[in-house]
């Protein structure tokens, strides 16, 4: 699968670099387009003030879907509205992705039933809760299993967005993209320095 389109799923008091580290990998990639959605559309602001404007995201149409972190995933883990349309988008998408708490969203839902995943060291007690039948990996950087890829904190996003690449573009592509960003890709999934 190609990937072409990578659309990053925002909320008010998602975390910037979640969603900013892995577009910067994938706004390096030729030929992909990066879309900011967000279920209504309009401005949705960062934790940290940055405020993006969104196309609303309508009927699930995207191929890929990146979902960032931040304090807005425990209001929305609550919210049974907002997680059934997320399973709906989710459901036709190709491909997933999420970094940090991003994981929590899906695991207020049956989507990662039964498949591997990984999360927020420092709020992995909290997403684990959320729904026992995951299979959960406290020490990974980031896991894929089918078609979701999970993330650990924060700028591990960053790694998983080029694995990703690797995985679909060849991992040429990978290094010429991490070079570019003067980044020092950890691309060791089991290399995991912030678990606990």
């Keep these: 699968m190609a990937i072409t389109t990578i659309a990053v799923l925002l909320f008010d ?3 910037t670099l979640d969603a900013m580290g892995p577009a910067e990998v994938f706004g390096c990639v030729p030929d992909c387009r990066l879309r900011f959605i967000s279920r209504s559309g309009g401005e949705v602001i960062s934790s940290h003030g940055v405020t993006v404007v969104t196309e609303p995201a309508g009927v699930p149409r995207f191929e890929a879907l990146l979902i960032p972190g931040g304090q807005g995933t425990r209001r929305l883990c609550a919210d049974s509205e907002y ?4 399973q ?3 459901g036709l998408a190709r491909l997933c992705m999420t970094v940090c708490t991003g994981s929590a969203l899906l695991a207020a839902t049956p989507l990662l039933d039964g ?3 990984t999360s ?3 709020a992995f007690d909290w997403v684990t809760s959320l729904n026992d039948r995951v299979l959960w990996q406290p020490r990974a950087r980031w896991v894929r299993d089918g078609k979701f890829y999970t993330s650990s904190g924060i700028s591990s996003g960053i790694d998983m967005a080029l694995q ?3 995985d679909f573009r060849g991992r040429e592509q ?3 993209i991490a070079e570019r960003m003067e980044y020092l890709w950890n691309d060791d ?5 912030f678990a606990r």
Aim: no cysteine; charged share 35%.
């Design 13 to 15: 008091d998602f975390e």
């Design 83 to 86: 997680l059934e349309w997320l």
């Design 88 to 90: 709906r988008q989710v």
């Design 115 to 117: 498949l591997r995943a």
């Design 120 to 122: 927020n060291k420092r």
């Design 164 to 166: 990703a690449v690797a």
């Design 174 to 176: 990978a290094l010429e």
């Design 189 to 193: 999934a089991q290399n995991d320095p």
